[in-house]
C-alpha cells in the first residue's frame, strides 16, 4: 500500500465532493440549520399541559387549588362536571384532571385525611410524569399554605436541596443541541462514504481505477479518510460556532479531545458506509438499508433515552454498535468535562471496533469488486 | 415510395433549449407522409428533441409542431392523435419493465390502448410470431439480447397500429445481426401497411442509405434534405458517411480525410504482446467466456466482434485482471495476468464501454491523478500533461468539466487518460459507440500512429464494421466462443461474401443454427380491423389497472424492496418499542452518609428500596462523587450531613443535599420526581412517628390514576404511536421511489406518449402500495399484540379503516413528493424529511400537540398524522370506537382527495 496514492484519490474525493453543491448545501444544513432549530424548538418537560378540573367541594381551598395553575406550564385549567371528565379525556382533550371531593376542606381538617383524585393520560408519557409531579407540587404547596395558619409545629424540619449537576436549568436545548451533533457525525459519515462508492461504480470509474496500479485498499482507506475528515471540521465549526457561539451552551469538557474521539468512531462509521454499500446493489437499496441500519443504532445507542433503562441484552448487544461508545464518550466530555483518564475504556473500545469493521469492509470489498 | 405525399410533420421555427444548451434552433421543415424518413447526424445534435417533441413526449417551447393535421401544442388534439403515434425512445428497452416479462410487457401496453382480452391476446400472438420473439413469452425483459430488446419495444409500440412509428436510433449498440433482422421486420411491416409513416434516427450511415428520405443535422439546425441519392449527388460523394461530412461547414469539418493505416512492419521475429490460453469464465451455471485461444503480436491493431452479451467485455476484463479466469491462463509479455501484479497494471491502458473520467474534476485534474497513480515522477508530470494536450488535442479545455464536453472530445480525454503512462497494450472495449463518423475518423487516426509510430499494441472491440475493416486482424465472437481469427480481408474471402458485415453475419448465422434466425413472418402482421376504442376517456378503469397490474410485478419481482418494506417495519418498530422507553428505572445512586445513625440508613433505605434505585458502594468523599459522576457511574449523589439523627430526633433544621446527573434533562426530572417523593413520604411517617395523629391534621392523600396505561408502560404508551409513523415513512417513500424510478430509468415516457391520464398513472400506481401497506398493518398489529402483548381495548375496524383511510394519504403523499423530485436518492432525502420529521416532532408521538409553539403547532393540526395518532391510541388504549372518534376521521377524509388531485396537478404529462 502506498501513501501517496491514498492521499491522492482521498483529495479526489474531496474535489468531486467541492463540485456537488447540493450535497455541500446539505452538510452545511445539518450542521447548522439543523442542529439550531432542533436545539431551540425541544419544550420544556411540561408546556401547555392540558388540565381540567372538577371542583366538586366549592370552598375557599378548592378556589385556591383551581387558581394556582398558569401557563406556561398549564393551560388555563377547564373547570368541568365529573360526567364530562371521561369523554373529554377519552377524546384527548385534557391529559389531567383533577377532582377535588365534596367538603374536601372540611375533612382536611378535620384530620380526616382526605383523598384528592388526580387522573393522567398515561399514554403521553412524556408527560405524564412529570406532570404528576408538578401538579402534587403545586397542591401541596397551596395546601400547606392554608393549613399553616391552623396547626402546631408538627413538622420534621429536614430540607431536601437538589441540585442538578452540569446543566443546573436543566434544560432541553442543551441536550438536543449536542446530542444532535453526535448523530449527525454517524448520519453523514455513513451516507457520504456508502454514497460515494455506489456513485463511484454506476459511473462505471470504479473498474477504471482496478486497472490502475492502486489496491483496493488504497481505494477504501482513500474514502474512509477524505470523508472522515470533511464530517470533522463539519463537527468541529458545528460545536465551536452553533453550539458554543449561537446556542451558548456551556460545555464542560475539552472539544480537541471530542473531536478525537470522534475521529476514531469515524474510523469505523466510514467503514460501516463502505460495507454497505458493498451490500446495496442500487441507491434506493442503500436508501433502505441505511434507514434499518441507522434508525436502531441512533435510537438504541444511549443518546435519545438513557442506556439503563434498555433491557439488558440491547443493552449488550449495542455495545458492538460504536455509537453507543462515542455516545458515552460524548456525554462524558461534552456534559461532564470527563477527560482522557475517564474516558479511555471508549477510546479503546472505538479503537477496536473500527479496526474490526474497516478489515471486514475491506474484505466485502475485495469481493464486491470482482 | 413516392415523396410527393402530404407532410406528415410540420415544423416552423421550432427551437428548444435546456437551460444554456441550445439543441434545436429555429427549425423549419416538411417531413412526407407515407414513407421512410432518417434523420442523421452526430450526438448531441439535437435529433432527439425534434422527436421527443413529434411524438408529444416534450413540450414544446417556441415554434409549432403540426403532426397528422393538428398543433402538438394544443392538449385537445395531442389526445386525439396519440393513440396513432407510437414511439420508441433511445436506449436498450429504456420504455420497457426489466423485471416483466414479454408478454406482461405487451399486455401492460394493450390495455393502455385499451384492448380486452381477446384482442390483446390476438395481437400478442400475431406480434411475437412476426418478430420471432414467439418462444420467449415468459423471458423477462431484462434478460433479452440488445437485438431482442428492440424488437420488443418495436412489439410494445405497434401493439395499437400507429399511422406514425417513431424510432430514436433503434439498432445504436446491437450487433449487424440484429440489425439487419430489425430492418427487415420494419420492412416487412410496412409492406403490409403502407400507409404508416416511419421516423428514424440512426447512427449508421450504411442504414440511412436505404431509407427513402433523409434529413441531414448539426448544431441544432437542418443542413440538407433528399433521398440518399440525392444527397450524395449534391456533394459528389459515392457514400453517405462522405457526404454528411461534405455537409458539414468548413470549419467543423477540419483537415477531414479518409483513415489510412499502413501496413504494419513485421520484423520476422515475433514477440507476442498478449496471449489468450482457453480463456473460460463461468458465473454459476453461466458460461460467458468459453474457451477463447488468441495470439497477439505487439505492435498489432486486433479487433474484437460479436453480439451484445457475447462475452467481449468479459475477456477483457479478464486480460486486464478485473477478473479472475475461472480456466485458462491470458499472459502479457509472456507473464501470466495477476490481479495483484502491480507492474503489469503499469503496462496497459484500458478505457471501458461507459466513459469512466471524473466528471466532477477538470480535464487538467483527470490527467494529473492518474498520471499520480501510475507512478509517473513528479517533475514529469507537467511535461506529460502538455505533451498528452497537444497529442490528443486538448489544449483549449484543460480546466473545463468532463461533462460540458462533446462526446467525440470526453472520447479523445479518456484515450489520453488510458495513455497518460505510455502503456505498451491498451484495451478498449466499445470506445466509439454512439459516436459520429468525424469524430471516429479522428480517433481512428490516433489509434494507427499509437500502434504504427508507437508501437503500442491495440486491443478494441467494436460494432462498427468499418472499424472493424481498419484492423490488422479481427476475431468474431458468439456466445463466448471465438468463431474466426483473421485479416478481415482474409475473412471475406473465406466466406466469399460481398462484405466484412456479411461475412461476419454469415458466421454467426451458422453458429446459432437455422431454427433461432427463422425469419420473420411479415404476413401474419396485416392490420386486423381494430376493435379498439380510439376514443381517450376521461377515466379508464382498464387503463388504471393496467398499471396498478404492472406496478403489482415489479414489486412481487423485486424482493429485496418488498422485503425491506415489510420485515423493515417490524423490525423497526421493534427497535422503536425498544429503544424510545419513557421509563426511567434502575437508576444508579450512591450515599455520602456523614452521620451513619440509625434514622440516617432509615433515609437511604426508603430510596434503595425502590424499584427504582439502585445502590452502589458508599461515596468516600467530594473527589469520589465529582469522578463516579463523571464516569457516568452514578446519576443521583446523596449527602447526609454529621448529625443527622440527632439534630431530627430534637427537631432542629438539617439539610439533606442531592446532586443529581444533569446530562440528560429527561432522566434528571424524573430522578427529581422521584427523590422529592420519596423525601415527603418519609417526612409524613417520621412525623406520625414523632407526633403522633396531631401531625395527620391537614394532611390528604393524591391517588394518581393512570389511565388507559395503568401500569405506565412506556410500550403501551408508544407502539401505538410507532405504527403511525411506520405507516407513514415506508409507504410514503415507496410510492414516492416508484415514480422517480420511472423517471430515472426512462419508462416516464409511456405516460407521455399513450393515452392514460394523469390521475389513472397515480391512482393505479398507488393501489398496490396501499395494499401492501394494509397488509403491514395488520402485521404491525398482530406484533405489537402478541411480541409486546400490548392490548388492544377499542372497535378493531375502526382502526383498519383509520389505516386504510391513512396510508392511502401516505402513499398518495409519497405521489406528492415525486412529482417534484427528479433522482431517486433525492426522493429518499425528501421523503424522509417531509415524513418522519413531522410525525416523530409535531404529531403528538412524545409531546402532545396541545404543547406545541408557533410553526409547530400548526403543522401538528393540519398533518393528518395527529389524527391517526389518536384513532391508534384510541382504538388500543382507551376502548373507543367510531362514535368517539369521528372528530378525526373527518380531516383524513378531507385529506385523501386534496392529496391526490395535488398529485395529478403537479405531475407533469410532457418531458421539458
Given amino acids: ?74 393551560m388555563t385549567p377547564k373547570m368541568i362536571s365529573v360526567t364530562e371528565m371521561d369523554k373529554r379525556m377519552d377524546a384527548g382533550l385534557d391529559a389531567f384532571a383533577l377532582d377535588i371531593p365534596p367538603d374536601f376542606q372540611r375533612d382536611l381538617m378535620a384530620g380526616r385525611v382526605p383523598e384528592l383524585q388526580l387522573n393522567i393520560d398515561a399514554t403521553r408519557m412524556s408527560q405524564a410524569f412529570s406532570g404528576n409531579g408538578y401538579i402534587q407540587q403545586i397542591v401541596d404547596s397551596e395546601i400547606n399554605e392554608y393549613v399553616k395558619r391552623y396547626r402546631a409545629a408538627t413538622e420534621v424540619p429536614v430540607n431536601l436541596t437538589l441540585r442538578a449537576r452540569y446543566n443546573p436549568e436543566l434544560s432541553k436545548s442543551w441536550f438536543g443541541s449536542i446530542t444532535d451533533t453526535i448523530s449527525k457525525v454517524t448520519i453523514l459519515s455513513i451516507i457520504l462514504t456508502g454514497a460515494a462508492l455506489i456513485r463511484e461504480r454506476e459511473h462505471g470509474t470504479i473498474e477504471h481505477l482496478l486497472v490502475m496500479p492502486v489496491t483496493p485498499a488504497e481505494i477504501m482507506l482513500s474514502k474512509v479518510w477524505s470523508m472522515g475528515a470533511v464530517v470533522l471540521v463539519a463537527t468541529g465549526c458545528a460545536l465551536y460556532g452553533v453550539v458554543q457561539g449561537l446556542l451558548s451552551v456551556d460545555i464542560q469538557g475539552s472539544i480537541p479531545l471530542f473531536l478525537a474521539g470522534a475521529a476514531l468512531h469515524l474510523f469505523a462509521t466510514t467503514s460501516l458506509g463502505i460495507f454497505l454499500a458493498t451490500v446495496a446493489g442500487s441507491m434506493p437499496q442503500f436508501g433502505m438499508l441505511l434507514v434499518l441500519v441507522l434508525l436502531p443504532l441512533e435510537v438504541l445507542a444511549g443518546g435519545m433515552t438513557p442506556r439503563e433503562s434498555m433491557p439488558q441484552i440491547i443493552q449488550t448487544i449495542m455495545l458492538a454498535a460504536p455509537n453507543t461508545h462515542f455516545v458515552i464518550l460524548g456525554q462524558a466530555i461534552l456534559f461532564r468535562g470527563a477527560g482522557l483518564g475517564i474516558v479511555w475504556p471508549q477510546f479503546l473500545a472505538l479503537a477496536a471496533i473500527g479496526s474490526a469493521l474497516s478489515l471486514f469492509a475491506l474484505r466485502r470489498f475485495r469481493d464486491f469488486l470482482r | ?374 507512478r509517473l515522477p513528479k517533475e514529469t508530470i507537467p511535461a506529460r500533461i502538455e505533451e498528452m494536450a497537444a497529442r490528443f488535442d486538448l489544449a483549449g479545455i484543460m480546466d473545463e468539466l468532463p461533462e460540458a464536453l462533446p462526446l467525440g472530445v470526453r472520447q479523445r480525454l479518456s484515450l489520453a487518460v488510458a495513455m497518460i503512462h505510455a502503456p505498451d497494450i491498451l484495451i478498449l472495449d466499445e470506445p466509439t459507440s454512439g459516436v459520429d463518423p468525424v469524430a471516429r475518423d479522428d480517433f481512428w487516426k490516433i489509434l494507427a500512429d499509437l500502434s504504427r509510430k508507437d508501437g503500442v499494441t491495440i486491443f478494441v472491440s467494436t460494432h462498427f464494421m468499418n472499424e472493424a475493416a481498419l484492423c490488422d486482424r479481427i476475431s468474431l465472437m458468439h456466445a463466448g466462443k471465438v468463431l474466426i481469427s483473421d485479416t478481415p480481408a482474409a475473412i471475406v474471402e473465406k466466406r466469399g461474401a460481398a462484405s466484412l458485415e456479411d461475412a461476419f453475419i454469415a458466421y454467426l448465422q451458422d453458429a446459432i443454427g437455422p431454427e433461432t434466425v427463422r425469419a420473420a413472418e411479415p404476413a401474419s402482421l396485416e392490420a386486423a380491423p381494430s376493435t379498439a376504442p380510439k376514443r381517450r376517456g376521461i377515466f379508464s378503469l382498464r387503463r388504471m389497472l393496467s398499471y396498478t397490474r404492472r406496478e403489482a410485478l415489479e414489486l412481487k419481482r423485486d424482493p429485496i424492496r418488498a422485503t425491506l418494506a415489510i420485515l423493515g417495519s417490524v423490525i423497526l418498530l421493534f427497535v422503536m418499542g425498544y429503544g424510545i422507553n419513557l421509563d426511567v428505572e434502575n437508576l444508579t445512586f450512591a450515599v455520602l452518609d456523614r452521620d451513619d445513625s440509625t434514622i440516617s440508613r432509615d433515609y437511604v433505605a426508603d430510596i434503595s428500596g425502590s424499584r427504582y434505585f439502585i445502590e452502589k458502594p458508599p461515596i468516600l468523599d467530594y473527589a469520589d462523587m465529582d469522578r463516579r459522576m463523571q464516569e457516568g457511574d452514578i446519576s443521583l449523589a446523596i449527602e447526609i450531613p454529621p448529625g443527622f439523627g440527632r439534630d431530627v430526633t430534637h427537631g432542629n433544621t438539617v439539610e439533606v443535599g442531592a446532586w443529581i446527573d444533569g446530562a440528560m434533562p429527561t432522566r434528571a426530572e424524573t430522578v427529581r420526581g422521584y427523590v422529592e417523593g420519596m423525601h415527603k413520604s418519609w417526612l409524613t411517617r417520621k412525623a406520625r412517628e414523632l407526633y403522633g395523629d396531631e401531625a395527620i391534621k391537614g394532611t390528604y392523600t393524591v391517588a394518581a390514576r393512570y389511565r388507559y396505561n395503568p401500569d405506565i408502560r412506556s410500550l403501551v404508551a408508544m407502539v401505538p404511536a410507532v405504527i403511525p409513523l411506520l405507516l407513514m415513512l415506508i409507504p410514503a417513500m415507496l410510492s414516492a421511489l416508484s415514480v422517480v424510478r420511472e423517471k430515472e430509468l426512462g419508462s416516464i415516457v409511456n405516460l407521455y406518449v399513450t393515452p392514460v391520464t394523469r390521475l389513472e398513472f397515480l391512482i393505479g400506481k398507488q393501489i398496490p402500495y396501499i395494499l401492501l401497506a394494509m397488509v403491514n398493518f395488520l402485521l404491525l398489529i398482530a406484533f405489537a399484540m402478541t411480541a409486546f402483548s400490548v392490548p388492544f381495548t377499542g372497535s378493531f375496524i375502526t382502526l383498519t379503516a383509520g389505516a386504510f383511510l391513512y396510508v392511502t394519504i401516505a402513499t398518495a403523499m409519497g405521489l406528492v413528493i415525486s412529482t417534484f423530485v427528479q433522482s431517486q436518492i433525492a426522493a429518499l432525502f425528501g421523503t424522509a424529511l417531509l415524513t418522519l420529521i413531522p ?58 382527495p386534496i392529496l391526490i388531485a395535488m398529485g395529478a396537478l403537479f405531475l407533469r404529462k410532457q418531458a421539458n
Wanted: net charge neutral.
Fill in chain 1, 1 to 74: 500500500m502506498r501513501l501517496s496514492n491514498v492521499i491522492e484519490l482521498g483529495i479526489k474525493e474531496l474535489r468531486g465532493l467541492s463540485r456537488d453543491h447540493m450535497l455541500l448545501a446539505l452538510i452545511l444544513y445539518a450542521f447548522t440549520v439543523s442542529i439550531y432549530t432542533y436545539a431551540s424548538a425541544m419544550p420544556e418537560s411540561l408546556n401547555n399541559a392540558a388540565i381540567a378540573i372538577v371542583d366538586e367541594d366549592q370552598s375557599p381551598l378548592s378556589g385556591r387549588i383551581a387558581s394556582a395553575f398558569y401557563e406556561p406550564y398549564f
Fill in chain 2, 839 to 896: 410525525v416523530v416532532q409535531y404529531s403528538g408521538l412524545i409531546d402532545p400537540v396541545t404543547s406545541l409553539k408557533g410553526a409547530g403547532a400548526v403543522i401538528g393540526n393540519i398533518y393528518p398524522a395527529t389524527y391517526f395518532v389518536t384513532i391508534s391510541r384510541g382504538t388500543f388504549s382507551k376502548a373507543l370506537d367510531f362514535t368517539n372518534l369521528a372528530g378525526s376521521f373527518i380531516p383524513l377524509l378531507i385529506a385523501v
Fill in chain 2, 1 to 374: 415510395m413516392s415523396v410527393s405525399e402530404p407532410a406528415i410533420v410540420r415544423l416552423e421555427a421550432v427551437s428548444h433549449a435546456y437551460g444554456k444548451t441550445v439543441a434545436l434552433d429555429a427549425v423549419t421543415l416538411d417531413i412526407p407522409a407515407g414513407c421512410m424518413v432518417g434523420m442523421i447526424g452526430p450526438d448531441g445534435v439535437g435529433k432527439s428533441t425534434l422527436l421527443s417533441l413529434v411524438s408529444g413526449a416534450r413540450a414544446i417551447k417556441t415554434g409549432s409542431v403540426l403532426v397528422l393535421g393538428g398543433d402538438m401544442a394544443d392538449v385537445k388534439h395531442r389526445n386525439a392523435v396519440c393513440p396513432r403515434i407510437a414511439y420508441m425512445p433511445q436506449g436498450l428497452g429504456r420504455n420497457l419493465y426489466a423485471t416483466l416479462s414479454v408478454r406482461e410487457n405487451l399486455e401492460f401496453f394493450g390495455r393502455l390502448f385499451g384492448h380486452d382480452k381477446a384482442e390483446r391476446d390476438r395481437r400478442i400472438s400475431e406480434l411475437t410470431r412476426g418478430t420471432g420473439l414467439d418462444p420467449f413469452l415468459d423471458r423477462p425483459a431484462g434478460k433479452l439480447s440488445g437485438g431482442m430488446k428492440q424488437k420488443l419495444g418495436l412489439c410494445c409500440a405497434l401493439i395499437h397500429d400507429p399511422d406514425l412509428l417513431i424510432l430514436d436510433e433503434p439498432t445504436t449498440g446491437v450487433d449487424p445481426l440484429s440489425r439487419r433482422q430489425f430492418w427487415e421486420l420494419i420492412e416487412g411491416i410496412r409492406a403490409t401497411r403502407p400507409t404508416m409513416s416511419v421516423i428514424v434516427a440512426t447512427a449508421y450511415m450504411e442504414e440511412a442509405a436505404r431509407f427513402d428520405w433523409l434529413m441531414a443535422m448539426n448544431a441544432g439546425k437542418v443542413l440538407a434534405t433528399g433521398t440518399p441519392a440525392e444527397l450524395m449527388t449534391r456533394t459528389g460523394t459515392a457514400d453517405l458517411d462522405a457526404a454528411f461530412i461534405e455537409l458539414l461547414p468548413v470549419e467543423e469539418r477540419g483537415d477531414h480525410t479518409k483513415v489510412v493505416i499502413p501496413p504494419r512492419q513485421t520484423d520476422g521475429a515475433q514477440a507476442f504482446a498478449i496471449e489468450a490460453e482457453g480463456l473460460t469464465m463461468r458465473f454459476g451455471d453461466f458460461t460467458a467466456v468459453d474457451h477463447v485461444s488468441f495470439r497477439i503480436p505487439r505492435g498489432e491493431i486486433f479487433g474484437f466482434l460479436g453480439s451484445n452479451g457475447c462475452g467481449k467485455t468479459t475477456t477483457m476484463k479478464m486480460l486486464t485482471g478485473l477478473l479472475a479466469a475461472t480456466e485458462g491462463t491470458a499472459k502479457l509479455f509472456g507473464n501470466t495476468v495477476n490481479a495483484a501484479d502491480m507492474e503489469v497494471r503499469r503496462r496497459i491502458g484500458y478505457m471501458s464501454q461507459a466513459f469512466s473520467l471524473y466528471g466532477e474534476l477538470t480535464v487538467r485534474q483527470n490527467l494529473d491523478l492518474h498520471a499520480c497513480l501510475f
